[in-house]
């Protein structure tokens, strides 16, 4: 199931705390954003990237839709353009409230917006639009449901040196999202050479398991449980048997 408590919309800031960084944010529209981002309203949407269609890639060209196209669309279809119209799904709220995430609503309505449009054969229609050095990936669908649905989103390291100097991210924000995606880039893989020069002292959320990493350390190691991981696979099949704090 997918709600939408506001859509996307304008929730982040540059401080700590905020939507993007370390603790639970809020999904309600902060006030004043966009117009085009209407009141509440409930939709039948898929809980993960695996419950949706998939199909061949599409032919057809980037082009505006309007809201009376939105029951007659199908998969060579681009989705639209509006963050307004998109519900949000349970699998992308709970992503929300993870600490390590660095999404939130404000920067899913801006690569709806603006960002580049690509299809991608795993995931379908994916928006990402490049922040600071940071690149913000969202994946829609909107073939299948009530109305168009942002399914999940992640963050991605475009411009290591722009994200630090920007100031919008720290060291292990940084470092926090380049170690997450490592991770799933290629979730069987181990890579402990891409986690070794990465300090992340904050934890982050992964499979249930809080995990941080010491410069130099070959692995991700979970401050619950205490187990050491070299993948994403290794995280997501052992359950954390730790303290439940911030699962």
């Known amino acids: 199931m997918a709600s939408r408590q506001g859509g996307p919309g ?5 401080r700590p705390g905020s939507a993007e960084r370390r603790t639970e944010p809020s999904t309600a529209l902060a006030d004043g954003d966009d117009q085009s981002v209407q009141g509440a309203r409930a939709a039948s949407a898929p809980s993960s990237t695996h419950r949706y269609r998939r199909s061949r890639r599409p032919d057809t060209p980037d082009s505006p839709a309007g809201p009376g196209r939105i029951s007659h669309r199908t998969p060579e279809d681009p989705p639209l353009r509006d963050p307004g119209l998109y519900a949000l799904t349970d699998h992308f ?5 993870q600490p390590g995430r660095y999404v939130s609503t404000r920067t899913v309505s801006a690569a709806i917006r603006n960002g580049q449009l690509r299809w991608n054969q795993t995931d ?5 639009v490049v922040e600071d050095g940071i690149r ?5 669908a909107d073939t299948e449901t009530a109305s168009p649905v942002v399914v999940t989103a992640w963050t991605e390291v475009a411009d290591r040196s722009a994200a630090l100097e920007a100031g919008r991210f720290d060291r292990v924000d940084v470092d926090t999202i380049a170690v997450r995606a490592a991770l799933s880039e290629s ?7 891409q986690i070794r020069p990465r300090t992340v002292s ?4 992964v499979g249930g398991h809080r995990l941080t990493t010491g410069a130099g350390d070959s692995a991700v190691r979970c401050v619950d449980c205490g187990c050491r991981f070299h ?4 995280i997501t099949t052992r359950g954390c048997h730790g303290s439940p704090r911030g699962r």
């Open 187 to 193: 979730s069987e893989t181990p890579i402990p050479d």
């Open 202 to 205: 904050r934890p982050f959320v």
């Open 10 to 14: 304008s929730d982040w800031g540059s």
């Open 124 to 128: 379908g229609w994916r928006f990402a």
């Open 231 to 234: 993948s994403k696979q290794a």
């Open 136 to 140: 913000f990936v969202v994946v829609v």
């Open 93 to 97: 709220r709970k992503r929300l409230r």
